[in-house]
């Protein structure tokens, strides 16, 4: 991009941001003249100023402590706060009547801001339990759309296997009851953990949820909702379709139980499918076969081995050889490199990328061949045991045995 153009760019998104702050400040704004707030402070500030008047009326030529507006304005303030310094005094009768309908007002003032207050952190409390409540402030969040039977332990998995995950950071959208949610809150590791009650498939909810500002969702295979596995994967898919056309840019993971939805699933961008049913299958066929798969498989994933993992190495390999890299990981890890991932991250901008550097070619026979690669690119693709002259491609991690 020429300096000129990348200038214009930086500008239309400082115009863009100007925009957005000011319509911003426009609808706080409409929203204050619509509510019954402003009527209030100009009732306060209509009494302060005349309370203030009177004062001055009744002790200025009498009462050197007031000689100005300024100084009765800070004496009303002082006095309806029932804080009282003392430092001014009203010495004349109007004052000293005054002076008590001061103070019976801020004492009533007073009752009503801790009323307001008090009641608002009760209403938000309850929002908070029942799941009403919106996650406004939360950005880079994960989102746990559905409901497990073995939700605590999948949880507890969960904050285990991202070491810069905080329960704070989950948001749970479900249509279960909030006594539910309150049981998890009970385990220590999971007490802060937000929740959203409502159908995950509306947009409406989602949005409770900040969707739009999170960096992760995942979607599973819901067991709290009767239906045939058929309609749980449809709303799946629908779910997954919906977080999509909010953002492409979040990551994500999807539970399945029948595969054949699978391909709807990739049309959408989707990073991450995990078809449960089909893998079940797979490891029980094995375990027929006295093959003894099925133990390499438990202890490979296993949560307090954790042996199996996949890394990020340094840039430097990219272009490089999986021999390097597989001697670089011996010798400063121990570990034993298997095999490749490609195409790590967000697969729709992968593939945007990858369009954008297809077209670059100015070979049209080249051009049409490289958009029939970038339509098959498929994200996060494990290369296994591929050779030691494999070339290593950018947005790769290395596969790995850890010791």
Sequence with gaps: MSPQREKQSKQQKRDTNNKDHLATLTRLWKRFLRSRTWPVILAIILIFSLTSAGVLLFEHDINEGFHNFGDVVWWAIVTASTVGYGDKVPETTGGRVIGILVILFGVGLASIVTGRIASWLVEWKIKEGSGLATQKKLKKHLVICGWKNEMPSLLLHIVKVNPGLASEDIVLVSMVKPA??????????????????????????????????????????????????????????????????????IYTCVELIDSKFERYLRGVHCDEIFPARYHNRILLANASAASGVTHIIRDLLDMEQNRLVTKAFPARFVGDTFASLSHYFMESEKSILIGVLENTGNIYKRKKEALRMAQRTPDLSRLVTNLQEVKKLQGNQPVFNPGPDYEIKPYSRAILIQQ
Excluded: C, W
């Design 180 to 249: 539910m949610v309150e049981n998890l809150r009970s385990i220590p590791e999971l007490q802060n953990i937000n929740f959203v009650r409502g159908d995950y498939v509306d947009e409406a909810v989602l949005h409770r949820a900040n969707i739009k500002r999170a960096a992760r969702a995942l979607v599973l295979a819901d067991s709290s909702i009767e239906g045939s596995p058929q309609e749980v994967d449809s709303r799946t898919v629908m779910t997954v379709m919906t977080i999509k056309s909010i953002s492409k840019n």
